[in-house]
Structures are given as structure tokens and as C-alpha cells.
């Protein structure tokens, strides 16, 4: 009896379909770009618990964080090991970066301007600030284009932006989510972002793929716990420097 219900079930998945779409004939360029302008801002922060792991050329890290996210740029991170253990805090209010290193005795504190090179020391993801946010709130940018078109697969569709040099594809699902978004220049791909398992409550989604084919550098953060569009106190985006230990100022 349990083989009989185990093939009935293998039957039944088998023959459930997609979601039906939404629309009843494929959307124009312009539509889409119009739901795209309407959503565009439509997250402004950020309040979270993840799990981020991070693979750059043939190095793979992973770790617990707490993120804090306000755009335009400032953003916070406490990271910790599998285990639980605290062992780097990064703060930027936009202007100031600040970084307690705990993997030491006594640990390390270094401050300095907020530079692009000064944040990807430590976030190891080579994206200017805001552009990382924005893709982080699911905003992915669009760009500057003089061509748009529309593609169409079983289950998604395709948004194509283009000028001389660039384009971009923007991905949607049947119910018109967008799902992704890809960048290219001279043809070849040089930033991806995914988004997946959205939330039913704000359709925000819980966990977001990056990749930059060209660095060698993929990103994934899985969220278990978040809020959006909450107040955050700008004290949040500063640390200060413990007392035992000597300031590192940097470049």
C-alpha cells in the first residue's frame, strides 16, 4: 500500500504545472519598465540575520551576520563563526569606515575614510557601496539604454536594455516578480544578481545571489530572520574604539 501511495505521488507532482501567468499576452518593453520605476525605492533599509558565504578566485568563506542596511551607503556588519563567536564588527555612516577585528589578543581597530578600496578590504565583494546596497534591497540599477525588447520562455521573461556597448536582462517569473537581473559589456557578462524564496508578507526576497564572473567572485546571503523599512538610529552605523585598544588609521 505504501509503494501504491508512493507512485500516486510520483504521478501527481509530475503533472502539476506553473503558475499561470498573470498577463494574457506577452507585456511591452514599456510596461515592464513601468512596473520597474513604480518598485524602484521600494525598500530603503535593511534589519537582518544571515547566513553569507562568499567564494573569490579559489577561496571559499562562511559566516553568521547581522546586517544593518540604509541607503544610500551605510551599512553595518557583525560577523560571526559557526560557533557563534563574534569576531569582526564593520560599520560606514557613508563617510567613516569602522572595523573591530576580534581574531586576535588583544583585537584590532581601524578607522579611516570610507573609501571603495577601504570597504572591499573587508567585505571582499568589489562593488562600490551603493551599488552593493542597492542590489542588497533589491533595487538592481538599470542602465543608461537607447534599445529595449521582450523575450519569452516557458517560464520567464526576459527584459533586454541595450546601448552601443552595454545591455542588461532583466528576469521575471509568471506573476511578473523580478527574479534577476544580468550585465554585460562587449557581450560578456560581468555581474549577475538572483533573487529567490520571497517573502509573502512584503515580497521581499530571502536569500540573494551574486556573482562577478570577471573577479571570480560569488556571493550568496541567505536570510532567516528580517525586517525591511524599519527606523534605524544613525548610532548604529559607528563603533567605537574599545579603550585597550590602539586606533589603526586607514588610508
Known amino acids: 500500500m505504501r509503494w501504491l501511495f508512493f507512485l500516486l505521488l ?4 509530475g503533472c502539476i504545472r506553473p503558475p499561470e501567468p498573470v498577463w494574457t ?8 519598465l513601468t512596473k520597474l520605476a513604480s518598485a524602484s525605492g521600494r525598500y530603503s533599509s535593511l534589519d ?4 553569507v558565504s562568499l567564494t573569490t578566485g579559489d577561496k571559499f568563506f562562511s559566516s553568521q551576520q547581522f546586517l544593518l542596511l540604509q541607503k544610500p551607503n551605510r551599512m553595518r556588519t557583525d560577523v560571526l563563526t559557526g560557533f ?3 569576531v569582526l564588527q564593520m560599520t560606514s555612516d557613508g563617510d567613516n569606515l569602522s572595523v573591530l577585528l576580534k581574531t586576535t589578543v588583544p583585537g584590532r581597530f581601524l ?3 570610507a573609501s571603495y578600496e577601504n570597504v572591499s578590504r573587508f567585505v571582499r565583494v568589489p562593488l562600490a557601496t551603493e551599488d552593493l546596497l542597492t542590489l542588497l534591497l533589491y533595487d538592481p540599477p538599470l542602465i543608461v539604454h537607447q534599445r529595449s525588447r521582450v ?4 517560464d520567464t521573461l526576459t527584459l533586454i536594455l541595450s546601448n552601443s556597448n552595454n545591455h542588461q536582462e532583466l528576469l521575471f517569473d509568471r506573476q511578473l516578480q523580478l527574479i534577476g537581473s544580468r550585465y554585460f559589456k562587449s557581450g560578456e557578462q560581468y555581474l549577475s544578481v538572483g533573487y529567490e524564496n520571497f517573502s509573502g508578507k512584503d515580497q521581499f526576497p530571502y536569500m540573494i545571489k551574486i556573482s562577478m564572473p570577471l573577479e571570480q567572485t560569488k ?3 541567505k536570510f532567516s530572520e528580517l525586517k525591511v523599512n524599519e527606523n534605524i538610529d544613525i548610532a548604529q552605523f559607528t563603533l567605537k574604539k574599545p579603550a585597550n585598544i590602539l586606533l589603526e588609521p586607514l588610508p
Open 10 to 13: 510520483i504521478g501527481l507532482t
Open 25 to 32: 499576452e506577452i507585456p511591452t518593453a514599456d510596461q515592464l
Open 84 to 86: 557563534g563567536q563574534l
Open 48 to 51: 537582518g540575520a544571515a547566513s
Open 151 to 154: 523575450d519569452f520562455s516557458a
Open 111 to 113: 578607522s579611516g575614510p
Open 219 to 221: 556571493v550568496k546571503v
